[in-house]
């Protein structure tokens, strides 16, 4: 079955301090990772695809990396306003070609 | 920028009735997803639609839920009778291509069965 994985649960940071989120996965034929951001009573925000090992996107203070097991989302110099969960999927595997399976998510506190 | 939207945003109704959501998808995007998130679990996939019919479902999808398209901009998920269970955010999305393109997700409909 596949599986995504994310962690830490919840992270706190004060405002500045970077850090990191991971997102472990375990799919058969992976044909990309998106990370998408929540923010309280909304849908996911789309921020990033990332489809194979060694790739990196960039959009203001985050940064996604892609490694052949896990994801990770890095936060650089964080401010208030990026306090959300932030979720990561995978799309298809085990046979589909169109659902997302969604990580429960990490919810962000930046404190000023 | 183009968005999915949805309405409404707050549906409450008697366990037993029928509901119908409503989406409108981005205007040139071909597939089309409903997905719902039971209060702290996660999102969950439930169909998904392409070219006037469904391409996939989960199990969670069953009888009681349909989809339709009814026009070019319109995409539908009617619940034929409503039970507790079923209380969730429920989330349209829609994509440009199946699996590897990104699915867009609207802020969703807050149903509440009572």
């Known amino acids: 079955e596949d599986q995504v994985t994310q962690s830490p649960e919840a992270l706190r940071l004060q405002e500045g301090e970077s850090s990191s989120l991971n997102c472990s996965y375990t799919v058969s034929g992976l044909r990309g990772l998106f990370w998408y951001r929540q923010d309280p009573g909304k849908g996911p925000e789309f921020l990033f695809t990332?489809?194979?090992a060694g790739e990196e996107k960039e959009k203001e203070r985050l940064k996604a990396t892609l490694t052949k097991k896990e994801s990770f989302l890095h936060i650089t110099a964080p401010k208030p306003e990026d306090s959300a969960t932030y979720l990561c999927a995978v799309p298809g595997g085990g046979g589909s070609n169109y659902k997302l399976t969604f990580g429960k998510g990490t919810l962000l506190t930046v404190n000023p | 920028e183009p968005e999915v939207t949805q309405t409404p945003s707050h549906q409450v109704t008697q366990m037993g009735q029928e509901v119908i959501l409503r989406c409108v998808p981005i205007?040139?995007?071909?597939?089309f997803y409903w997905y719902r998130q039971i209060l702290g679990q996660k999102v969950e996939f439930l169909v998904s639609f392409y070219n006037n019919e469904i391409s996939e479902k989960s199990e969670i999808f069953d009888d009681q839920f349909s989809v339709e398209r009814p026009d070019g901009s319109n995409f539908t998920l009617k619940i034929r009778s409503t039970k507790l269970e079923d209380s969730a955010m429920y989330f349209c999305?829609?994509?440009?291509?199946?699996?590897?393109?990104?699915?867009?997700f609207g802020d969703g409909t807050r149903l509440s069965i009572l």
């Open positions: 990332l489809y194979s």
């Open positions: 205007s040139n995007h071909l597939y």
């Open positions: 999305a829609s994509s440009l291509g199946s699996s590897n393109q990104p699915q867009h």
